[in-house]
């Protein structure tokens, strides 16, 4: 099947063989975006990363009318970026209520974070440049918080790190149902926060 034909058969109702390729065709990308994720937040244990896999295609397969129906793939690269979204914002999620949950232990956030990067480079031989990136996207992602606020604030970061981390052009990211925004709009948002975040860094 075509890639709009698959997604048309994945929305309108069971069909196992539809789903299977499904599966199969999005595995890898799901996988990279949450172990991309997971190991920003500092925890991509082999086991938290298959659940988070098959939590991710839990979601689209519960909300499949809601999330696919709505969605008129122009191009691969559109469609992919909008599962890259659907992802990384599940897996945020999930790290975000597990370190609320923290709270209060009376021991930092930040802390935890930045141990728990480390010993999962050491654990797995990641050289020692891979710990530095990793906590200098912890202080990007630092003042990128203190850059955004109000409503669109998930529209806006995702923005970001959609540019940034994943390479999407301004083009792309306008293309997301998810981002009602235009090509222009979505380059605005890119400009601004970019200025914010490097004078906060400075």
């Not at 696919?68 to 999930?94: G, M, Q, R």
């Amino acid at each position: 099947m075509s890639l709009e034909e698959l997604i048309k058969a994945c929305a309108e109702g069971d069909n196992p063989a539809a789903w299977e390729e499904f599966i199969r065709r999005f595995h890898v990308l799901i996988a990279a975006v949450v172990m991309r994720t997971a190991r920003r937040w500092g925890n991509c244990s082999p086991e938290l990363v298959d659940d988070l896999i098959q939590e991710t295609f839990l979601k689209i397969y519960a909300d499949r009318k809601r999330i696919l129906s709505k969605f008129t793939p122009e191009d691969p690269e559109a469609f992919c970026a909008f599962l890259k979204v659907i992802t990384a914002h599940l897996v945020d999620d999930y790290f975000r209520a597990r370190h609320s949950q923290k709270r209060g232990s009376g021991r930092l956030e930040d802390s935890i974070d930045e141990s728990a990067a480390v010993a999962q480079a050491a654990a797995t031989n990641r050289p020692a440049e891979d710990v530095f990136r990793n906590l200098q996207l912890k202080e990007v992602e630092r003042a990128l918080s203190a850059c955004i606020a109000g409503v669109e604030q998930e529209r806006d970061r995702a923005i970001f790190w959609l540019y940034y981390r994943d390479g999407l052009s301004a083009k792309a990211i306008a293309a997301l149902p998810s981002i009602p925004l235009t090509v222009k709009g979505v380059e605005s948002v890119i400009h601004r926060l970019t200025r914010c975040v490097r004078e906060r860094l400075v």
